[in-house]
């Protein structure tokens, strides 16, 4: 099984890949200087770290963005009910 992280074995074409990704999210769907910005990541627990560090590393270098946080996108049930503390049952992972 391919993703995108496997994809590519060279770090430059990963960054140059995400900075692309980017640069379309921010400038074409979202219409936003991502200079005036923090930006929440929400990542998979299962995500690939060469992925995260190359869109952490693309947002501050070429984006120059204020702040960027990572959350895991399995805990966000618990912060739209205003508590920090509980569990969370993911049925969808394949």
Not at 17 to 23: D, K
């Amino acid at each position: 099984m391919n993703t995108f992280a496997t994809i590519f074995d060279d770090e430059k074409e990963l960054y140059r890949q995400v900075e692309e990704f980017l640069t379309h999210i921010f400038y074409n769907v979202l219409h936003t200087n991502p200079k005036e910005k923090a930006i929440v990541i929400l990542e998979s627990f299962f995500g690939q770290r060469k992925l995260t560090e190359a869109i952490g590393n693309c947002c501050f270098k070429s984006f120059g963005t204020k702040a960027l946080y990572f959350r895991l996108s399995n805990v966000l049930p618990l912060y739209t009910t205003g508590v920090d503390t509980g569990i969370v049952v993911d049925i969808g992972f394949q």
